[in-house]
């Protein structure tokens, strides 16, 4: 099964993910965590390009090309065969992330956004995805608070609130597929509400197979 966590930034996805692959792991799940953008060798390369805060004179263009190509590598070198192998993927953002930030936040035309993550994904998507919900604003003082600070965080707070209503747009089109955890819980209740949602999603798909 694969399954995605999405948010704005500083939504607190990142902490949650070793926690609940533990847990996971005690319920005798095999897990594969993973990351975007990075999660491989060559992914990881792209992503110091897209986050160097040097890099300020990136075009939106260039940004989404990099996203793409660090995702075509994820998921041919690692999310595909595991999914072959009958394990869970957890990754951290995926093709949502494009759609929200470039689409949405950069304003780019979302039918080519699509095909090109078409063209990145062979089209796999996610059979779960968990929105972390924060709302923008808070999202990015957390993360001024703790230093993490990368280019993307420098766009500004109305390019960031139109990430967020890019993310509701998205649920409201394929309320199936996400489940909304409220991300300004404290970090245990997150995690309890996550796994909830992750354990029932198993169960329907072990009793559809
Ligand atoms: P990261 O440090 O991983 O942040 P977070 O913990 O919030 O996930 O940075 C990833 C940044 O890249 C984040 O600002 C979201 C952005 N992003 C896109 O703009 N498009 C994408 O397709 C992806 C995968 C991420």
């Known amino acids: 099964m694969f399954i995605t966590l999405e948010g704005p930034d500083g939504s607190g996805k990142t902490s949650q993910i070793d926690p609940l692959v533990k847990y996971l792991e005690q319920q005798d799940f095999h897990v594969v965590p993973t990351r975007e953008p990075g999660g491989t060798d060559i992914g990881d390369q792209v992503r110091k390009v897209i986050m160097d805060l040097r890099n300020k004179a990136m075009h939106p263009s260039t940004e989404i090309l990099l996203f793409q190509s660090s995702r075509a590598q994820l998921v041919n070198e690692v999310i595909r ?3 072959v192998e009958g394990k869970v993927v957890l990754c951290d953002r995926y ?8 689409g949405y936040g950069h304003q780019v035309n979302l039918k080519e956004l699509q095909a090109i993550i078409q063209f990145a994904t062979g089209g796999l998507k996610p059979d779960l995805t968990i929105f972390l919900d924060i709302t923008a604003e808070v999202g990015l003082q957390r993360n001024q608070k703790s230093g993490k600070w990368n280019r993307l965080d420098d766009y500004d707070l109305a390019f960031h609130e139109r990430v967020y209503k890019g993310y509701q747009t998205m649920m409201a089109e394929d309320p199936e597929r996400w489940v909304v955890v409220d991300g300004t819980q404290p970090p245990e209740k997150v995690q309890e509400d ?8 198993l169960a329907q798909k072990v009793k559809s197979a």
């Open 95 to 102: 093709a949502d992330s494009t759609i929200a930030y470039q």
């Open 81 to 83: 065969p595991s999914l």
């Open 194 to 201: 996550m796994r909830r949602a992750i354990l029932e999603r």
